[in-house]
């Protein structure tokens, strides 16, 4: 595998790990997302995305969809879920435990994620 393929697969597994930390956007709504360098208040970026998640009660399940800068797809789900309401969910995904309510969604639980010494974190805001 050469370096190129490494820093994506970093990039995708650092998506998946830190997607979440806390954030004010009701279920449904777009959020900016991005796995930046801790410590760099969210400026030495290596993935930036534009998601969404969306709850499914019946299948017990919220998909995380959405598009990185070079338009490719972000395609994600949380499995492992229990939901009170169709829009007031709770999920377990590893080490990350998920939540939506009627504030927004949150993650009560959250990892960073360590690449060449180097440690990231999840950075997030309202989509425009």
Known sequence: MDQGQRIMNIKNLAFMALLG??????????VDFSICESG?????????????????????KVAVRGLNTEGKPVDAELTDCQFLTAT????????????????G??????????????????CLSKAN
Request: hydrophobic residues 30%.
């Open 40 to 60: 760099s208040s969210c400026k030495k970026c290596i993935e930036r995305a534009t998601v969404e998640f969306s709850p499914n009660q019946q299948a017990k």
């Open 21 to 30: 930390l806390t954030f004010s956007a009701h279920a449904g709504q777009r």
């Open 88 to 103: 007031e969910w709770a999920c377990q995904d590893g080490k990350n435990r998920w939540e939506g309510t009627k504030d």
């Open 105 to 122: 969604i949150k993650l009560t639980q959250a990892r960073r994620t360590k690449f060449n010494g180097v440690v990231y974190e999840a």
